[in-house]
């Protein structure tokens, strides 16, 4: 059964008119829209929307040269609402994703450390998660158990599932002051003790720190807040568990000063064969006290349906998302970026 409980679905925009004067040599005649799905939430227009006006040229040229003479205003909007959703735009490949993040001058970031299983496609262009579709990915912020991690996500959709297959997005900050005042133990222990996070890696690790010696990895391992363990045996070719962290469970935006609920405990809390969470001093976090954080994160989701071509722009340190399961096939790519 495919829920759409607490979801607010994009085809049901009502569209908000920003007028921007251009001057191009493609005769572009467009407006950027930005509108709102209206939550009550802190941030009350999440996500904001960009399509081209009715009539009006909607290529990817037009596109590039709107971004590329309001790259400022766009980013901007990133930032001020958490996401910024382009519809209605003829996107058709990886290529064109690429060229959009591109013309965004935003600094590229590559997935070697990361803990999800991907494939570089081109560029700045990777696969969002080789797991099967049907998998849900439950709420995160991405690489939030490294030292280094994106700024901004950005999500392409190629080809949509057929049946579910959405985006959810939930509002960190909102999440932030709901949890502080709902749960008030477990915000305040997990504010002190921070949070470690236990994976495995997505490649083999010699590839994944280009080096075959182990004491070499494990220096890169702790340059991004890692611990690698092998098994006892000291085998050279069995793969380690990465312990990482302790990390805070929450964040400070660099720009608008905000706090956010910023971590990944409830993807590792779903996946507990290959993953662990735990406390910053390797003390249990009760499951209970997870399922109620869950519960609350899934109350304040709100699910971009998506459609071919949509791109999402994520501000990673003030949204969470996550992958709901749908139906083959589904190609959605990702393109990780620092920009703040």
């Known amino acids: 059964m495919w829920s759409t409980s ?11 008119q920003v007028q921007v004067n251009l001057k191009s040599t493609v005769d572009y005649k467009g407006q950027m829209k930005f509108d709102p799905l209206l939550k009550g939430s802190l941030m009350n227009e999440f996500p904001a929307l960009l399509v081209p006006d009715n009539g009006s040229d909607d290529s990817l040229h037009s596109l590039l040269h709107l971004i590329r003479q309001k790259r400022a205003s766009i980013r901007g909007k990133v930032v001020e609402h958490g996401a910024l959703l382009l519809r209605g735009w003829k996107l058709a490949n990886a290529q064109d994703f690429a060229s959009v993040v591109e013309a965004l ?9 990361g803990g999800g299983a991907r494939k570089h496609i081109l560029g700045p262009v990777f696969t969002a998660n080789e797991d099967p579709v049907d998998k849900r990915i439950s709420f995160h912020n991405e690489m939030a158990y490294l030292s280094v991690y994106p700024d901004v996500v950005m999500f392409f959709c190629e080809q949509p599932s057929p049946r579910g297959g959405g985006t959810a997005l ?15 133990e477990i915000f305040n222990l997990l504010q002190e003790k921070r949070v470690c996070y236990r994976t495995g890696l997505p490649k083999k690790w010699e590839e994944a720190f280009q080096t075959t010696d182990k004491a070499i990895a494990q220096k890169r391992a702790e340059a991004i807040g890692a611990r690698l363990e092998w098994k006892a045996d000291g085998s050279d ?20 000063g905000s706090m956010a609920w910023f971590n990944s405990i409830c993807l590792v809390k779903d996946e507990p064969v290959t993953r662990g969470v735990a406390f910053g001093d390797g003390s249990p976090i009760p499951v209970e006290e997870l399922d109620k954080i869950a519960a609350v994160l899934q109350e304040e989701q709100v699910v971009v349906d998506w459609q071919k071509g949509d791109i999402v722009i994520v501000d990673n340190l003030s949204v969470m998302h996550c992958r709901l399961p749908g139906e083959p096939p589904r190609v959605v790519l990702v393109s990780l970026v620092k920009g703040y």
């Open 6 to 16: 607490s979801t607010f679905l994009c085809e049901k925009l009502h569209v908000v």
């Open 105 to 113: 001058g935003y600094t590229s970031m590559d997935y070697k450390h």
């Open 170 to 184: 939930v509002n960190g900050e909102l999440a932030y002051q709901r949890l502080a005042k709902e749960m008030p």
């Open 237 to 256: 070719h069995d793969e380690p568990v990465a312990y990482r962290g302790p990390f805070s469970a929450t964040i400070k935006h660099p720009i608008k």
